[in-house]
């Protein structure tokens, strides 16, 4: 010891080295006080100002772990940490970069790589507590390309054996619609333009509801459809006010971006409120266009389910509503009536779910409606080869050059 100890309890400097079991203590003669119990303390320097040191501190846990690990360890606090995540994704998204790390093929794979896997520890965290992050979000913060992301994401997903739950539209629907700028009151932003949050994230939320149903979610990024969404939610809010107000305009006002795909999907989102409204009789004498079906954007969602299921009685599939017109036009099917109806009070969850996909086959998704996408997946029909058929000496040489082709090619490229 350099520095001469004192107690801190009595002040003495009659301070002597005490063994204990394997353990050098420190202890005050005088008042028997022990002045190093309790402390994890690793190095000497350490021991002379008798500064107590947490573990996660100490040179104890530091040593075993490489400069990259700890570097990668303090990479994925900080990101929980400007996620604003809860304490324990910490903990977990820690643990997933342990076990990465720990893992040989993982290894050797350079440092952008790495960045990528700490974000993908996130992320997969996020995933699991069904905290919606998004790709987009994750990679704009450890810099990545999003397809590189994702095929690293994917792999490491095999590896650590990692089961992710899809996303859930809900959380996603609310945690997006809190980036819209027109939902607080600003002097950039006229009155009448402002909307509550609650009320757009609820419709919103239904119109998204209602695009799933109708098969416009499936395999497709869910941000442009939210953002159509959100945006149809906000001017049928206030009808009179809005409608002028264009897609571009308001994500201006909103401070958003605008996802590429989003006017499609909106056009796709017109295009089923149309099919809808053409199916309310009251709604369908006045002659709905695509513009001023906006404004009974309420009415056809507070009539979903029924229009929805008006759609299935097209397609002739069995619904409650349908029992009662057979019942009601024709007294011979009656039995028939009865019949589904009863086995619909005893499997009503199995006939729910036939119900809702019949509501998905009488609304197709609109890759195929697409006429032009049809032909060409038509076209990929190929002959079935044995590879023991004969190959015609013409059919070789047409892969070779003639002596007047590779005059021309020396001509064209003297040097080789
Ligand atoms: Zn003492």
Redesign the pocket.
Known sequence: MSEPQR??????A??VEDAHYAQNQLV??????ILTEGLLTHTLTEEGFLQEVRFTDSTGLNESLSKRKLYGLKRVRDLCKVLRLPSTFEDTAVSYYERVFDHPSYHYVNIQKKEILIGGCVYVTCRQHNWPLTIGTICSLIYADQAKFASIYLHMLQTLKLDVPALSLKDLVTAHCKNFRVFQQSSSIPAHFVEGMERVVERTLQIVELASETWLVTGRHPIPIITAAAYLAWQSLCPSKRLSCTLHHFCKLANMDIPPPTRQRLKEIHAVLLKMASQLSWLSVLGISKKTVVQHVGEILQHRTFLLNKSLQDCAEVSQDKSHDLEAEDPGNLAVAVVVETSEAVRQGDLCKKQKAAVKRSFLPPCLTDLKRMRTTASAVERVFTGEEDISDSEIEQYLRTPREMEEFQQAHPWD
């Open positions: 107690c801190p309890d009595c002040g003495s009659d301070v005050c003669s005088d008042c028997g006080c």
